[in-house]
């Protein structure tokens, strides 16, 4: 069973950073999509990046495009996403997400998910 912990989230201001961390346990994860989705209230949950396992090739959404940047450390089975340029717009649950193969933008692609963590972006 993978689980996937997510961290890394908080209080920060526009123009700020935060770089998320996502830890996986229970598999090694590095054929592994991972994808990195968050979901603003009353909105859909949304792919903002994702890196695949196989060619590490990479998917921005163009809302962070430039200003977020997604990578991995398979020796330690984590992903991250550092996030620059913080806007109030970026405020939202943000999720960790594995799937076999390479990246989807879907959230049905994903097999596995974390709990989340709070990103708040203060104006």
């Known amino acids: 069973q993978v689980q996937l912990v997510e961290s890394g989230g908080g209080l920060v201001q526009a123009g700020g950073s935060l770089r998320l961390s996502c830890a996986a346990s229970g598999r090694t994860l590095s054929s592994y999509a991972m994808g990195w989705f968050r979901q603003a209230p009353g909105k859909e949950r949304e792919c903002v990046t994702a890196i695949s396992g196989n060619d590490g090739s990479t998917y921005y959404a163009d809302s962070v495009k430039g200003r977020f940047t997604i990578s991995r450390d398979n020796a330690k089975n984590t992903v991250y996403v550092q996030m620059n340029s913080l806007k109030a717009e970026d405020t939202a649950v943000y999720y960790c997400?594995?799937?076999?193969?390479?990246?989807?933008?879907?959230?049905?692609?994903?097999?596995?998910w974390g709990q989340g963590t709070q990103v708040i972006v203060s104006s």
């Open positions: 997400a594995a799937r076999p193969g390479g990246w989807r933008t879907s959230r049905e692609r994903y097999d596995y």
